[in-house]
């Protein structure tokens, strides 16, 4: 591995397995599904539950000033918390010299729409008020689809490039993209990278209303990781747990299918990485529902094959913008039993797109992954 090479060396994951990568490695593991009833109160809601959802994959008992204490949490919504815990979870494992020059450590997040709660409620609140500008203007920076990066940046101290990422279902890939592409031109060193998604009523309603009353259960969480050159990480003493090798975007269209975008995609990645289809050791699906998942599982036959698969969404639920991440984590929980290469795709149902993430997981256990709570 060259100096140069970029190599995840740390991970992070709050997800409805609980707190810490720890907690969802073991989850996916034991074969547990963090899938269960709601409570009725859930996230908060005014509305009787999660809408139309009796089950989803939320993160158990997680309150940001118990995580984070009372301070600073009084206005931060679900969804930034998730974001701010997580990312600490992720330094505190790094060891104390990563922050030492915070100059040079950044951060990008892939997200949804920032937290649509947090949009719809202080819309609704400038429209029913007794005026429509008496609404709460501390809840103001939760409406912007920033907000998250922005203040586990500032939460944390770090100084380096802030980056928010939108991109549906190919979020967490298209965030790792940007990533990779901040330091390979020189503009970063190292980065925490990873996408967050919330559950709460708004987000269920709309994605109960997109799927037109046909959505598997909704989840929750962030999943983090750390990106750094090899080099760098040496120099730190964090063991590289997979590197870095590319990515592939492709959309369907008139004249090519949506199955056949993924395979450009992954064929794509192969290539530029002089790599073989019979290189891949372990894959990770978006394993989306319809359609766009059998076209998915098409894609993968044509070029990989039969090469094992690890699969989270049926155990954690859809966590929507964050899934692609979660993905990945899933991958890095069992590296040590799969070294080799690793392939991760995503397709997007509404924008009919698709993408894939190429890494190699190295055969020795280099630890580097967060500690569980």
């Known amino acids: 591995m060259s100096s140069d090479a970029l190599v995840i060396t740390g991970w992070s994951a709050i ?3 609980g707190l810490g990568a720890d907690a969802f490695a073991g989850g996916l593991r034991a074969g547990r599904s963090g899938v269960r009833p709601l409570a009725a109160d859930a996230a908060g809601s005014d509305e009787g539950g999660l809408g139309p959802f009796e089950r989803g994959g939320a993160v158990p008992g997680f309150e940001a000033a118990e995580v984070l204490g009372k301070k600073g949490t009084r206005s931060m919504d679900r969804v930034t918390a998730l974001t701010v815990a ?3 979870l992720l330094l505190e494992s790094a060891g104390p010299g990563l922050t030492d020059d915070p100059d040079s450590v950044g951060l990008v ?3 949804g729409s920032g937290s649509v709660q947090s949009i719809m409620d202080f819309t609704r609140d400038g429209l029913t008020g007794d005026k429509p500008y008496h609404v709460d203007p501390a809840l103001f920076p939760n409406t912007v689809m ?3 990066a922005g203040l586990s940046a500032i939460w944390h101290g770090l100084r380096g490039p802030n980056a928010t990422v939108a991109a549906g279902a190919l979020t967490g890939l298209s965030a790792l993209n940007y990533t990779a592409r901040l330091q390979r031109c020189g503009h970063a060193g190292t980065m925490l990278c990873g996408a967050a998604e919330e559950l709460t ?3 269920a309603w709309l994605e109960w209303r997109a799927t037109g009353g046909d959505a598997a259960p909704i989840g929750e969480g962030c999943a983090m990781f750390l990106l750094e050159r090899a080099a760098d990480a040496a120099r730190g003493g964090r063991p590289a747990l997979a590197a870095v090798l590319g990515f592939g975007f492709a959309a369907a269209g008139p004249e090519l299918s949506l199955r056949e975008a993924l395979v450009r995609c992954v064929r794509g990645a192969l290539d530029r990485a002089g790599r073989d289809a019979a ?3 372990v894959v990770a699906p978006s394993d989306a529902q319809g359609r766009e998942g059998k076209e998915e599982r098409a894609a993968l036959d044509e070029v990989v094959g039969a090469a094992p698969a690890v699969h989270c969404r049926e155990a954690i639920g859809d966590t929507g913008a964050a899934s692609a991440a979660f993905q990945l984590a899933a991958v890095l929980a ?3 039993d799969r070294p080799g290469l690793a392939l991760v795709t995503s397709v997007d149902r509404a924008e009919g797109t698709a993408g894939c993430a190429l890494f190699d997981l190295p055969a020795a256990d280099g630890g580097g992954r967060e500690k569980g709570e």
């Open 109 to 111: 997040l892939g997200t």
């Open 146 to 148: 920033n907000r998250m």
């Open 86 to 88: 997580a990312s600490g």
């Open 201 to 203: 009523p708004r987000r």
């Open 279 to 281: 290189d891949v050791r």
């Open 15 to 17: 997800s409805a397995f």
């Open 334 to 336: 069992g590296a040590a």
